[in-house]
T-cell receptor
Framework: DGGITQSPKYLFRKEGQNVTLSCEQN?????MYWYRQDPGQGLRLIYY???????QKGDIAEGYSVSREKKESFPLTVTSAQKNPTAFYLC????????????FGPGTRLTVT | QQQVKQSPQSLIVQKGGISIINCAYE??????FPWYQQFPGKGPALLIA?????SEKKEGRFTISFNKSAKQFSLHIMDSQPGDSATYFC??????????????FGSGTRLQVQP
């Protein structure tokens, strides 16, 4: 069953704790992305990676970190430096080259209290 | 220049009617324009997409109209059904080698189709 998996679906953390969100894909896509979605707003790009061991900051990278050690995996760490971390986090992937189509995972809803 | 402006914010349509959602962009390097459909608590799903070399693309009840000179594109949902009730996002991405290869999203339109 091909696709993008994100875990967990719901995540609760205390303020001041770092938390890592998982994203795995078996679509053999080279590019992976992390977006944040807040109520009433569109998706905002946090980080993206076009190839293994390389990634770039998006529009709202402050307080977040990523790694891309494997093609299939692109974990996102929400650090204690992120001032307002409660949000819905979406991971996506796409092929590189002629394929623009970007596919999304089911999302992780993070609540920090 | 990275912005994509989407309107309306919300839309109520009667069953069988036409739903129209509009988007406008500034960045002339954009050359791929997808629309996504998102149900509550789910990830967005790719619905339909267009490139600037055509002015219209139709897939079933969904049609994208594209106006390159005005830098605008729109989604038309014909014969709207209650099952179409969702949030719709337009997006845009530049061509290879001309900028950041990631989608820039509009703010979304919440569509409600009344039975």
């Amino acid at each position: 069953d091909g696709g993008i998996t994100q875990s967990p679906k719901y995540l609760f953390r205390k303020e001041g704790q770092n938390v890592t969100l998982s994203c795995e894909q078996n679509l053999n896509h080279d590019a992976m992305y992390w977006y944040r979605q807040d109520p009433g707003q569109g998706l905002r790009l946090i980080y993206y990676s076009q190839i293994v061991n390389d990634f770039q900051k998006g529009d709202i990278a402050e307080g977040y970190s990523v790694s891309r050690e494997k093609k299939e995996s692109f974990p996102l760490t929400v650090t204690s430096a992120q001032k307002n971390p409660t949000a819905f986090y979406l991971c996506a992937s796409s092929g590189v080259g002629s394929s623009y189509e970007q596919y999304f995972g089911p999302g992780t809803r993070l609540t920090v209290t | 220049q990275q912005q994509v402006k989407q309107s309306p914010q919300s839309l109520i349509v009667q069953k069988g009617g036409i739903s129209i959602i509009n988007c406008a962009y500034e960045n002339t390097a954009f050359d791929y324009f997808p629309w996504y459909q998102q149900f509550p608590g789910k990830g967005p799903a790719l619905l339909i997409a267009i490139r600037p070399d055509v002015s219209e693309k139709k897939e079933g009840r969904f049609t994208i109209s594209f106006n390159k000179s005005a830098k605008q594109f729109s989604l038309h949902i014909m014969d709207s059904q209650p099952g179409d009730s969702a949030t719709y996002f337009c997006a845009a991405s530049p061509a290879m080698g001309t900028g950041r290869r990631a989608l820039t999203f509009g703010s979304g339109t919440r569509l409600q189709v009344q039975p």
